[in-house]
């Protein structure tokens, strides 16, 4: 059974730094992309960011030089460092795997950005 668990969600100030990590099991994690969705309300999801399996990384334009994806294959975990973090970064952020055949969520960890 394919698990994806988010943590490190969680209320920071305007400006501040979160690390999201998402753990993955009963897939074959080195051989998966990954990457971070986010959904604020009332609006659509949205990619965030992506890495391959050999580590090319790709970034929305409205994150680009502030969020960071990475990937420990050793450990089955993606991570997201978010560093100057503003209001409109606010959202349910989401974990996904996938390969040609099939794709995998994770449940979401909210992130609020408020003073």
């Known amino acids: 059974q394919v698990q994806l668990v988010e943590s490190g969600g969680g209320l920071v100030q305007p400006g501040g730094s979160l690390r999201l990590s998402c753990a993955a099991s009963?897939?074959?994690?080195?051989?998966?992309?990954m990457a971070w969705y986010r959904q604020a309300p009332g609006k659509q999801r949205e990619l965030v960011a992506s890495?391959?399996?050999?580590?090319?990384?790709n970034y929305v334009f409205s994150v680009k030089g502030r969020f960071t994806i990475s990937r420990d294959n050793a450990k089955n975990t993606v991570y997201l460092q978010m560093n100057s973090l503003k209001p409109e970064d606010t959202a349910v952020y989401y974990c996904?795997?996938?390969?040609?055949?099939?794709?995998?969520w994770g449940q979401g960890t909210q992130v609020t950005v408020s003073s």
């Open positions: 890495i391959t399996p050999v580590g090319s990384t």
């Open positions: 996904k795997s996938h390969d040609v055949a099939a794709a995998y």
């Open positions: 009963g897939i074959i994690f080195r051989a998966y992309a």
